[in-house]
Every structure is written in C-alpha cells, then in structure tokens.
C-alpha cells in the first residue's frame, strides 16, 4: 500500500517512506496546501504508516492498527478541534497537551491531529509551542494547514513542512475517468482546469454540478436566445413556490452563468447550455445577471416574496 493511494507528489512520498522504513519520523510535521490539495488524504495514509503492525511496505492497510485508524476509531489518534468555533481554542490545545504525557493505548505513538492549523491564534500556537519543544518519544503532532504563513515562526521552525503540489493534467484526467466515468469528456476536462490541478477541487466541482432543473434549462435556452417573453413565462410559473425552491432554482441559474463567465474567459465550457449562453452574451451581461442572480437568491432567505422576486428579474434579465 505505503503511500499508493495518495496521487502525485512524488519526491514528497519518497522522502516519507524513506524516513518512516528508517524509524526517523518527526514528532511534528505541517502539512500545507490548499482546499482539495489531499492533506486530510495524506494525514490519514501517515498516520496509518506510524501505527501499522504488518511487515514490510508501510501503512499495509491490511493489519488491525491500519483498519483502525482508516475507520476513525484507533485511541492512539486524537482529534484536535472544535468545529463550532471559529478559532481553535486555546483550550483544546492546552488539553492535547496534557493528553500528550499519557502513553498510548495499543499503539506505538500517539498522534494528535490539528485540522485547522491556521485557525489557531497566537494564544493556542504559544500553548502548542511548549509541548512541541520538549514532546514525549512516541508523541506525533500532524498540522494541517491551508496557509501556513498564519503560523507563528516558532512553530513552523518546529515541524516538517509538506508542501502538496498540483497533479499533472493528465493524471488529474485519468483520476476523474476512474471515478466519473458516466460524466463527459468535456464536463471532467473543465472541472480539471477549474480545479488548478487538485483532485479534491475536480471531485467537489464535478459533485457539486448536480442534475439541472427543467426550469434551469429553460432559463438557459431562454436567456442565450435573448427571448424576453419566454424568460417572463418561466418567471411567471414560479411565482407560487416555496422560498427554498425557488433559492435551489435561483442558484443553479446563479452558478450555471458563473460557468458561462468562465467560458468567456478561456475555460472549457462546463456543458452545451453553458457554451450556449457563453457565445451569445457578452462579459458584462453575464456578469451583471450573475450578481443579479446572487441578491435574489439571498432575497429569498431574507423573506422577500417569491412573487416580487420573479417580476423583478423578469425585468432585470431581459
């Protein structure tokens, strides 16, 4: 297994199974990159190679500890976070700390896990920074940060970085296939280039272009042909729904011209009705009915009738 299922990053790899098949893990390392990157990926591949039990190639993915940590449930591994607050508090930092200097349960080190390194302000980093300093023989301290310029000096001194880098395109394009193989060619190439090379992105774009309403693609045929009358039809008919429906309409209308935007500005083209209106409205109407689309979408969550939210942009869009 070893680090098999975490694509590209190479070097990044080798380095790892060099150090981990050596016995020569840091007691800390800050792991970097931005959202889709594979950090959360990597963390767990890690923290399954520092408890893994079998022989050879490490983590085995095969052994009780490996099972274990894949599943969430190995004691040894300690989630550092509250996620209801917006800063990780200090106390939950003073609380690993604590826990640090108690052995471990089954494993061979106990590992604690800071999914929003950037999030802790300079009272959590300081309360970090002592452990870090003098850390227990079998304590390991996983970082995970999407700006690791937020950490103080101190702390990054402390830790082995892992900056993740993009995939290539066409790894990025063989990854998709496997795992959107009923999508379009030219769906899984524009979520590829939107994505700036990470899977993470590509995957959550590709999962987040959910199945079209009739009324969007209405919308769509209507907007690109320019077709006044037929838009203040379509309007018209969804004058009588529920706020939460109409919102749900409103936003894949929203992201479908976001889409379109982007298409004028070199991307590919997300499908046909996005290259539809992408070749027949220019840059400033689509980004016009865009921020036109977005303040009805919060009208709606602000109360406003879907009935006054309709005849206005039957106005406004025309």
């Given amino acids: 297994m070893r680090f098999g299922d975490f694509l590209g990053n190479e ?11 050596a016995g020569k893990a840091s ?27 079998g022989g050879g190639e490490m983590p085995c993915g095969t052994c009780r500890a490996c099972r274990k940590v894949m599943a969430g449930t190995h004691p040894d591994v300690v989630l550092v976070d509250d996620p209801e607050k917006k800063q990780v508090p200090v106390e939950c ?33 300081n309360a970090l920074l002592k452990i870090l300093e003098e850390p227990p023989s079998y304590g390991v301290f996983l970082l995970l940060a999407e700006n690791p310029c937020a950490l103080l ?20 394009l063989a990854a998709l296939l496997a795992r959107f193989p009923g999508r379009t060619e030219e769906e899984r190439r524009a979520a590829a280039v939107r994505s700036g090379g990470f899977l993470g992105q590509a995957v959550a774009w590709l999962d987040h272009s959910e199945e079209l309403l009739p009324q ?30 109409a919102a749900d309409a409103l936003g894949q209308w929203q992201r479908l011209i976001a889409d379109a935007l982007q298409a004028r500005e070199g991307l590919p083209a997300s499908g046909p009705l996005c290259r539809a209106i992408a070749e027949r409205r220019t840059p400033a109407e689509l980004l016009y009915a865009a921020g036109t689309l977005r303040q009805a979408v919060s009208d709606c969550w602000a109360n406003v009738g879907v009935a006054n939210i309709c005849a206005g942009l039957a106005v406004l869009l025309r």
């Fill in 27 to 53: 007691h800390c390392y800050l792991i970097s990159g931005p959202a889709g990157s594979g950090r959360h990926t990597l963390a767990r591949l890690m923290t399954a190679a520092l408890e893994c039990e």
């Fill in 153 to 172: 000096p101190t702390v990054r001194s402390r830790c082995a970085e892992l900056r993740l880098s993009p995939l290539s395109q066409d790894a990025l």
């Fill in 93 to 125: 930092i003073r609380q690993a700390r604590a826990d640090a200097f108690i052995r471990p349960n089954e494993g061979r080190h106990k590992i604690f896990l800071i999914p929003r390194a950037q999030d802790m302000n300079a009272s959590a980093q």
């Fill in 216 to 245: 969007t693609e209405t919308f769509a045929k209507t907007y690109a042909a320019r077709d006044a009358l037929g838009l203040l039809t379509l309007l018209c008919s969804m004058e009588r729904w529920k706020r939460a429906q």
């Fill in 11 to 21: 070097s990044l790899k080798e380095r790892l199974g060099a150090s981990f098949d």
